[in-house]
Every structure is written in C-alpha cells, then in structure tokens.
T-cell receptor, first 113, second 116 residues
Framework: DAKTTQPNSMESNEEEPVHLPCNHS???????IHWYRQLPSQGPEYVIH???SNVNNRMASLAIAEDRKSSTLILHRATLRDAAVYYC??????????????FGTGTRLKVLA | DTGVSQDPRHKITKRGQNVTFRCDPI?????LYWYRQTLGQGPEFLTY????????KSRLLSDRFSAERPKGSFSTLEIQRTEQGDSAMYLC??????????????FGPGTRLTVL
C-alpha cells in the first residue's frame, strides 16, 4: 500500500508558484522521498528526491519538514507544460531492498493560462 | 534517443490469446522494472531484475504472467490466456546500480494493452 497521502487535484495559474503537499507520517529512517510526474500518455519522469535537507534542482525544490512526516514539492513558476500527475513516493533504500517504487494516486495539477 | 524503449506501443487482443511485450532499457543499466497502470491509478510494481536475475515478483504477477531478461539487457513480459482485467498500460523502467537514495528510474512510454 502507498505510504503517502496527497490531494487528488490542484490548480495553479501560469507563471505562479505551486506548492504540492505530501504527508508521509509513517516514514522510516531509511526512506528517501522521491517525486515523479507523469504527463499525459507518457511514462513517469523523475523530478527530485531528498532525505532530510531541502533540495533544489533545475526542475523544482523539495522542502522536507523537520520531523520528515511531510514534504512539499515547489514549482517556482508553473507553465502549461507542468500540467501532469505528481507522485510523492517513499523508497526504502535498505540494503536488502529492491528500490522499487510504490505509487499512490498522486495529485493532478492543472495549470490555467 | 537513448532512453527506455518499449514495443509495441499498443496491442489489442482477444480474450484468451497470449501477448508478449518487449522492453529495451538504457544501456549499462543493470536494474529493470515492470509496472502496470490502470486508468486513474498510479503504476503498480510487478517485477524487478538485476542483470538477468529476477529478484522480486509482486503478488499481482499471477501464474499467467512471466518475465525474462535472458542476457541482462532487454526484457520480455508475456501474458498467457489474457483476460479483460489485464487491460492496462504496462510500463518498463531501468536504473543503474543504486546508490542510496539516488539513481532514479527511467521509464519507457509504455505498452497499452486492450483485451476484448
């Protein structure tokens, strides 16, 4: 079962920041927080991941709560091309793990022109 | 394009027929995954290979499903005696040997199966 909770959908205006929340209250010490997005008719694509500290890359920023029970994906300026389903996933990176992803239903982001 | 490729992109078959899908991962990626995605749901893990060894299979993978990766490169997923409930998008992903927390999976475009 998915170990994360996300809103089903969100809307944003173009060129405005978007904050996509994710709750993961049962996160364990070896769980990394990964975000993927899936554009229509495509496979998922990697966005960002982190463990404890906030992370930035060219696509987005990831803000992780101090207790690690929640996180927020931040798109600094939404564009129409960012309309997608965004998945927040915990990946158990214990040495015995297979590093598989357990996806939930994600958040469908609609960007308004 | 050196990404993950899948073939065919679409497959329509009649109930009871066998189908086989192929996945070509990014070269040098030794980990390969299969997922299944139905409408409105996130992808569900099916199975995982490290090189040619199949190391994990989901309970979703019934006896009618079999996956192989004979030379540690491309992989095939076969569904025997297809049922209408098998209609879904079948996604393949690959990744290099994993460092903790890193080495994201690169997904292919998927094969959409429709069972009539």
């Amino acid at each position: 079962d998915a170990k994360t909770t996300q809103p089903n959908s969100m809307e944003s205006n173009e060129e405005e920041p978007v904050h996509l929340p994710c709750n993961h209250s049962t996160i364990s010490g070896t769980d990394y927080i990964h975000w993927y997005r899936q554009l229509p008719s495509q496979g998922p694509e990697y966005v960002i991941h982190g463990l404890t500290s906030n992370v930035n890359n060219r696509m987005a920023s990831l803000a992780i709560a101090e207790d690690r029970k929640s996180s927020t994906l931040i798109l600094h300026r939404a564009t129409l091309r960012d309309a997608a389903v965004y998945y927040c996933i915990l990946r158990d990176d214990a040495p015995s793990g297979t590093y598989k992803y357990i996806f939930g239903t994600g958040t469908r982001l609609k960007v308004l022109a | 394009d050196t990404g993950v490729s899948q073939d065919p992109r679409h497959k329509i078959t009649k109930r009871g027929q066998n189908v086989t899908f192929r996945c070509d991962p990014i070269s040098e990626h030794n980990r390969l995954y299969w997922y299944r995605q139905t409408l409105g749901q996130g992808p569900e893990f099916l199975t995982y290979f490290q090189n040619e060894a199949q190391l994990e299979k989901s309970r979703l993978l019934s006896d009618r499903f079999s996956a192989e990766r004979p030379k540690g490169s491309f992989s095939t997923l076969e569904i025997q005696r297809t049922e209408q409930g098998d209609s879904a998008m079948y996604l393949c992903a690959s990744s290099p040997a994993s460092l903790a927390g890193g080495n994201e999976q690169f997904f292919g475009p998927g094969t959409r199966l429709t069972v009539l």
